[in-house]
């Protein structure tokens, strides 16, 4: 009877535990793991990172101690979280694909939170080798071999410029009350 009451914690831990005891990950079987990079940061201290591969890129990092947040940039090679293209900030873990429409190479910013004296990360760096170019249709950068423009914009007709200016009048009106009501 002492083996049971000993067994089913265990149990328990190994189904609450993410990957479980093995510590195997949940990833498509498609994504094939390229590297991965350990490291520390201090508090409001940047980790700077190059990536160079081509195709998709699937970044996903996990901070065992701290909160690490994740800035990429495909302008500079020093993203911040004051310039970047992609960011994932989460506490757990942060998970950010990288498009391959993006200009080699990227900058990949890894930013300690001040909330911690130290953090440390872990982030495996996977190609997604079926991804579709579609996720992220309006990037564009000068020089690409298709410039001209396929979709252009419309006026605005009569009648969606009425609804707009009547929108606009209705809400200033809900906020002038709900001003004078609180």
Known sequence: MA?????????????????????????????????????????????????????????????????????????????????????????????????AKFRRPVGIAIYGHPSHLQTEFEMRVYLDEVARETLFPEIHYPGDEDTTDKSPLKKPSGEETEESVLWTILIGILKLVLEILF
Do not use: K
């Open 3 to 99: 083996v049971v009451w000993w067994v089913i914690p265990l149990v328990l831990l190994c189904w609450l535990v993410p990957g479980g005891v093995t510590g195997g990950e949940l990833v498509p079987e498609d994504w094939v793991l390229l590297h991965v990079v350990q490291g520390q940061v201090g508090p409001g201290n940047y980790s700077y990172l190059r990536l160079n591969h081509d195709g998709q890129i699937v970044l996903r990092m996990e901070s065992p101690l701290g909160d690490a947040d994740l800035y990429i940039s495909d302008a500079t090679l020093h993203p911040s979280f004051d310039e970047y293209e992609l960011q994932s900030s989460t506490c757990g873990l942060d998970v950010l694909a990288v498009p």
